[in-house]
């Protein structure tokens, strides 16, 4: 079993809908991370956090440290939010262990 | 204020060569992570990075991988006698302090002939 667990693999939406991915994790950690890679590759940092939510325009995270589970949210969702999310456990010495991802296509 | 820069951004080896991979951080940032992401894979954690010193290198290979990070200059990883499964792309990310947001380079595809 993997320490860091993503659900779905792959989601597909239609636009304006609204979406949820899943992570869960069974190591101790200090943050949790959200990560977004492009079609194109490149990674970008959307979220960092250790309790309770956050949100970023559409984005909003939230974590359960007592259940070991956070969630992505994206209200609103667009073509172009269309990419792979990555949770990622934070553990000590700031390693990261990633999920394998969930592969996001919003059509229009 | 440019972001992680890793260069090249495609690298093409035949069996045996060796590979260098570099990574500027962002301006500020001191400490340098590196992670591999095999095709079709999820990404892995490889080495972390302070100035001058290897914090933790358990994600790497034991054999043909390094990686340092030295006072002045880029942090390097480098792989001797490439092999066809070191074909991946590897990424490397920075922060300021420990347990920060990291911030991602483009990536190097590395591609092993």
């Known amino acids: 079993k993997n320490e860091v667990e993503q659900s779905p693999q792959n989601l597909t939406a239609q636009e304006g809908e609204f979406i949820t991915i899943n992570c869960s994790y069974s190591v101790g950690i200090s943050a949790l991370h959200w990560l977004q890679q492009h079609p194109g590759g490149g990674i970008v940092s959307l979220f960092m956090?250790?309790?309770g939510k956050k949100k970023h325009g559409r984005l909003i995270a939230t974590i359960n440290i007592q259940e070991k589970h956070s969630s992505l949210h994206i209200t609103a969702s667009h073509p172009r939010d269309s990419a792979v999310y990555i949770c990622?456990?934070?553990?000590?010495?700031?390693?990261?262990?990633f999920g394998e991802g969930t592969q996001l296509t919003v059509n229009p | 204020n440019a972001g992680v820069m890793q260069n090249p951004r495609h690298l093409v080896r035949r069996r045996g060569q060796e590979a260098r991979l570099r990574c500027s951080p962002m301006?500020?940032?001191?400490?340098v992570y590196w992670y591999r992401q095999l095709p079709e894979e999820g990404l892995k954690f490889m080495v972390y990075?302070?100035?001058?010193?290897?914090?933790?290198e358990s994600g790497m290979p034991k054999e043909r991988f390094s990686a340092e990070f030295p006072k002045e200059g880029p942090s390097i990883l480098r792989i001797q006698q490439v092999v066809r499964g070191d074909s991946a792309a590897y990424f490397c990310?920075?922060?300021?302090?420990?347990?920060?947001?990291?911030?991602f380079g483009p990536g190097t595809r590395l591609l092993v002939l």
């Open positions: 956090l250790s309790s």
């Open positions: 301006k500020g940032h001191s400490h």
């Open positions: 990075l302070q100035k001058e010193n290897i914090i933790d």
């Open positions: 990622a456990a934070e553990t000590s010495g700031s390693r990261l262990t």
């Open positions: 990310a920075s922060s300021p302090t420990q347990q920060e947001t990291q911030y």
